[in-house]
């Protein structure tokens, strides 16, 4: 559980978080910004998706699991929190561990999904 002043501190503007790069299968640490989706991949210069920071990139050797994870980003899941009812509460949901599962949780979650926007034309200057 994050304490209240580390969360405080990691909400500075400043603080960074995950993109993830699909071309390269990589993550690199950026700077958060809610407005911004996209930010320039440091490797390639294409675009890399601002997946926050509970995102846990996979080894860039395993296909299958940026596949899964590519798969989950086009419906609408950038690791953003997803709930469940429960107990008459709700619950945090874990997320899917192949793309098989994936593509259940697409669906059964469908309504928490983000309208995520597409990324820029590649010749736009990164923001
Ligand atoms: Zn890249």
Not at 51 to 61: A, D, E, T, V
């Amino acid at each position: 559980m994050v304490s209240g002043s580390e969360k405080d501190r990691r909400m500075e503007p400043s603080y960074l978080t995950a993109h993830a790069c699909f071309r390269c299968r990589r993550s690199f640490k950026m700077k958060y910004d809610p407005e911004v989706f996209y930010r320039k991949c440091p490797r390639c210069g294409d675009w890399a998706l601002d997946l926050g920071r509970n995102f846990k990139p996979p080894k860039s050797s395993d296909k299958a699991q940026w596949a899964k994870v590519e798969f989950l980003v086009q419906h609408g899941f950038v690791f953003q929190k997803i709930y469940r009812e429960a107990d008459g509460g709700f619950l945090q949901v874990r997320y899917p561990e192949t793309l098989a599962e994936a593509k259940e949780f697409v669906e059964h979650y469908a309504d928490q999904a983000w309208n995520v926007p597409p990324p820029p034309p590649n010749d736009e200057p990164a923001a």
